[in-house]
Structures are given as C-alpha cells and as structure tokens.
C-alpha cells in the first residue's frame, strides 16, 4: 500500500488502499512508530475507520526477527481487536497478511537466490 513509512519512533504515517464504505473503512491506516530495534523489531500502530476523524479500529502490528537454525526466523503479530465491531476487520486482515505477505516474501527470496 502506498505510504509514506520511515522507522523513527514517533513518526506518524498513512497507508492508503481501496475504501469498504460497506464495512466502515475509508482506506487510510493511520500509524506512528512505536518500536524500532534495527535487524529484531518494529512496531507500529495501525488505526482506522469510516472516516472524519472516526477510529473503530485501534490495534498494533510488530514485526519479530529472530536468528534460527542459520536462517531468521519472521514473527508478524497484528493485536488489538476487542469486540464483535472489529470480528469483520481481523478475518479480513488475517487473510490479507497470510496472503500477500507470503506471496512478497517468496518473491524477494527467490530473487536473492535464497
């Protein structure tokens, strides 16, 4: 998703993606930088709604390396739904990340030849 990301802690950032006006969400993840540790961790925020200011959806999204068996080990953790409000965004998100995650991923490690 287009953005304007840097790894600063307290560096506000927008996501920007097709809207689902049906479903509350008008296409901007608003975000700052919570944690950056350079090569082991980043954490961000990733908030949301249906627009005008109105978030429904406040949740964090950390990013995990860890060294494992002479290779890294990618731990994604996207936390913070509470309630029925934010069922619909999870399922949505959970698929969206095993997806196209793992799709950019095999990309980029079959271009390193790994």
């Known amino acids: 998703m287009p953005n304007d990301f840097r790894a600063e802690v307290g560096r506000k950032f927008r996501f920007t993606t097709n809207p ?3 479903f509350g969400f008008d296409g901007i993840i608003y975000s700052d930088v919570r944690e950056v540790v350079p090569f082991k961790r980043l954490s961000y925020s990733w908030k949301g709604g249906p627009g005008g200011g109105r978030i429904t959806l406040d949740s964090t999204v950390t990013w995990t390396l860890t060294p ?6 990618l731990l994604l953790e996207h ?8 069922y619909f965004a999870y399922l949505m998100m959970k698929n969206g990340w095993g997806s196209m995650i793992r799709k950019r991923l095999e990309t ?3 271009r390193s030849g790994k």
């Open 20 to 22: 689902k006006v049906k």
């Open 68 to 73: 494992k068996d002479g290779g890294t080990e």
């Open 79 to 86: 936390t913070g739904f509470s309630g029925m409000k934010n």
């Open 108 to 110: 980029l490690l079959a």
